[in-house]
Each structure stands twice: as structure tokens, then as C-alpha cells.
């Protein structure tokens, strides 16, 4: 595969994709941060060749095909927008946008510019997850007539204060920003199904109070303010009547929990990361219940999914997690924060 100049832009998680780029023999040529000590920091630990302060400016560099996009939420479309228009190759970490009306401007430019763009839903490229996805695609659980998500974190308030808990830069708490994560794996292993309505319930009640704060992003507990959700709950309703529940906190008093349970008419399944990666599958023989256990060891699913965009790339093809599969999931949580206010189900609109 011919090597993909790419610019990483932001050293967060931006750091592991640099990781990630590094272990495909791709390291990336340049870093951009606008936090010229973390940025060169960033740089100076993998040894890439250049730094950007300034994105505007980096994009001007003709040696850069392929920019991925590490910032705040807030970022991402207009970065995507000007770097599709700079004829740069985009990765664009979730979610995707602050909401789906924002999001919907990429389209038609990604079209125009006619570059290859992941919308890096990093669940989806997991190992034990991609399994899964062929046991539901062959008909082993039958037809899909029920799902669960559950992700919950005792200490998981990233960045209070910071542009994490500010609904104007990060779009919402922890929807925005774990909750698109389970309910996006569970939509696409249960085949993408149109999501008609939605029910949405949220709460704030620990970081309002400054509590479960986690170690990461840049706490800001001074100046910083907390306007968004830390807990949520709902469920969505598909066209063929079908549903998807789904709860997500960063800071209820459970377990630490991740798991996705699958209820098909001939089988289910139980993925539960949080009990080493379990994976149970129920099928039935007749009116015979058969159980089988097994455990995918598996890293991040970032390095499959940055994988996949490099062989993209180099082959002139999208990426199977597309710029719609982001606009979806943002009108997605648009309609669980109206329904959260209005206390009813509300339409998604499209
Ligand atoms: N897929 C995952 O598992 C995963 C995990 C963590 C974060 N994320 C996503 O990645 C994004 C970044 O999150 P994070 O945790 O790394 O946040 P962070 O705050 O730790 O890092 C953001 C970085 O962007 C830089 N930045 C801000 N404005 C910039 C600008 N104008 N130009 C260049 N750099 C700029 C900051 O200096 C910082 O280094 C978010 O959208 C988040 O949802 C995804």
C-alpha cells in the first residue's frame, strides 16, 4: 500500500492515531495544535517531520494529502469543510458535529470534492465487533427484534469545565459523547434500520455539583461551566416497529458497564466489554436453547478503522462509515434532546 501523507490535528486522542498510523507504517508527516507546548510534545514523541500552530496554514501545504481531525466537536465541520475544499483526504473522530443541521453542510462538499472521508465510529471496526456483525448479517439470531446498550462510568466527567461539559463546543455531555458511541455500534450491528422516533430522558445532577470528574481532557474549574447532560436514557423506534433501548452515564453510582445485548426471532447475543471482552451467543435448535461463550481479545478499534482509511485512500474508495452515517447519528441526537425537553417521542428529521 503507497504511504498517505496525513496531518493529525490535535493531541489528545490525536496522540493514539499518531500511535496507530506509526504501528501501519504510516507515520503521520505532521502534527497541528493550536497548543504549541502539547503539539510539540505530541510531534517530538513519534519524531514527525513538521508542526502547524495554524490550520488554515498547514492546508496550504501541498505535501499533506489527508488530514484526520483530532479537535473539539465544534471543529469538525468547519475543519472538514476546509480541508475537503483544500483537496485533502478526511478522518473525522465522533461526533461528528454540535447537531445534525451543522453536520448536513459536509455533504454536498465531500461531493464536489470527491475525496475519501472515514467518520471514525471506531466500535464498528473492533474485532469482536466486526464478528458479530457477520453472525447477524448470515442469520444466525434471525431477524433483529430488540436491542440494548448500556455504558456507564462512576468517574467519568472528561474535562469539566473544559469545552467537554460546554453544550456550545461539545454539542452535549455524555450523549454527544459516549452515548454515540453505543447507540451508532448497536444501530450498524443491527443493520441501520430508519430510525422513525426517538424518547430521550437526560439528567445533570453530578457535574452540576462539580462531582466524578475524570483525569481525562483539561479540567477548567474556575472559569469552566457545565451545561450539559451526565446521564441519559431512551430508546429508539425503527419503521418496522422495532426497538433499540439504550442508557449512558458518565457518573452514575453502578458498575463501570459497556454492553450491547441483541434479540433476534432465532437467537441474541451479549457483547460485554466490561467482563473481558465476553461475547455470549444463543441460538436456538428446534425449541432447543444452544449457548456458547467465547472472548475476541482485541484492542481500540482505532487502529482496524485508520487501516481501512489508508487502504481506502490508496485504492480511490469511501470508507464504509460514511459522512451520512454521521449526519445520521447527530439527527439522531438531536431528536433525544428534543424529546428529553418536549417528554415525548419525537420524530427524526431527516
Ligand atoms: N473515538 C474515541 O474513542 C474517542 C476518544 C476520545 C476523544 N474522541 C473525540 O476526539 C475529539 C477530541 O477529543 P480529545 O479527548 O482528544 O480532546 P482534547 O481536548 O484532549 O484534545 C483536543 C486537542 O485539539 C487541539 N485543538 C483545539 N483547537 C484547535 C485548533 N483550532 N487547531 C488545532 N488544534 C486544536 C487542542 O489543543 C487539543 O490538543 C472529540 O471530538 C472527541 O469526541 C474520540
Not at 430510525?195 to 439528567?203: A, I, L, Q, R
Amino acid at each position: 500500500m503507497k504511504k498517505t501523507n496525513v496531518c493529525v490535528v490535535g493531541s489528545g486522542i490525536g496522540s493514539y492515531h499518531t500511535e496507530c498510523y506509526q504501528q501501519l507504517n504510516n507515520l503521520p508527516i505532521a502534527i497541528c495544535d493550536i497548543n504549541i507546548p502539547k503539539g510539540k510534545a505530541h510531534q517530538e514523541k513519534f519524531g514527525v517531520k513538521k508542526f502547524y500552530k495554524n490550520f488554515v496554514d498547514m492546508l496550504k501545504d501541498p505535501e499533506i494529502e489527508a488530514v484526520d481531525i483530532c479537535t473539539p466537536n465544534y471543529l469538525h465541520v468547519p475543519m472538514m469543510i476546509d480541508a475537503l475544499k483544500a483537496g485533502k483526504h478526511v478522518v473525522c473522530e465522533k461526533p461528528m458535529s454540535i447537531n445534525g443541521t451543522e453536520a448536513a453542510k459536509v455533504i454536498d462538499v465531500q461531493k464536489e470534492a470527491n475525496k475519501t472521508v472515514l467518520m471514525a465510529f471506531c466500535y464498528r471496526f473492533r474485532d469482536d465487533i466486526m464478528w458479530l456483525k457477520k453472525q447477524v448479517d448470515n442469520g444466525v439470531i434471525g431477524n433483529v427484534i430488540y436491542s440494548k446498550a448500556s455504558l456507564f462510568r462512576q468517574h467519568g466527567i472528561p474535562g469539566w469545565g473544559s469545552w467537554f461539559t460546554t453544550k456550545e463546543f461539545a454539542g452535549g455531555g455524555t450523549l454527544a459523547d459516549c452515548g454515540v458511541h453505543i447507540i451508532d455500534v448497536t444501530h450498524w450491528l443491527t443493520g441501520l434500520k430508519k430510525v422513525k422516533t426517538v424518547s430521550g430522558y437526560v439528567n445533570d445532577c453530578w457535574g452540576k455539583q462539580k462531582l466524578c470528574a475524570s483525569t481525562w481532557g483539561c479540567p477548567d474549574f474556575e472559569n469552566g461551566k457545565f451545561d450539559v447532560d451526565d446521564l441519559v436514557a431512551g430508546q429508539l423506534r425503527y419503521e418496522d416497529g422495532t426497538i433499540m433501548a439504550f442508557e449512558n452515564s458518565w457518573a452514575a453510582q453502578t458498575d463501570d458497564t459497556f454492553d450491547i445485548k441483541v434479540i433476534g426471532d432465532k437467537g441474541g447475543f451479549i457483547w460485554d466489554l466490561s467482563k473481558e471482552n465476553t461475547i455470549k451467543l444463543f441460538t436456538m435448535d428446534g425449541d432447543t436453547h444452544v449457548y456458547s461463550s467465547t472472548s475476541i481479545k482485541c484492542p481500540h478499534g482505532h487502529y482496524n478503522e485508520l487501516k481501512h482509511f489508508l487502504e481506502c485512500v490508496d485504492k480511490g474508495e469511501q470508507c464504509s462509515t460514511t459522512v451520512e452515517d454521521g449526519v445520521e447519528m447527530m439527527r439522531i441526537i438531536d431528536a433525544i434532546y428534543k424529546s428529553a425537553e418536549t417528554c415525548k417521542e419525537e420524530e427524526v428529521v431527516y
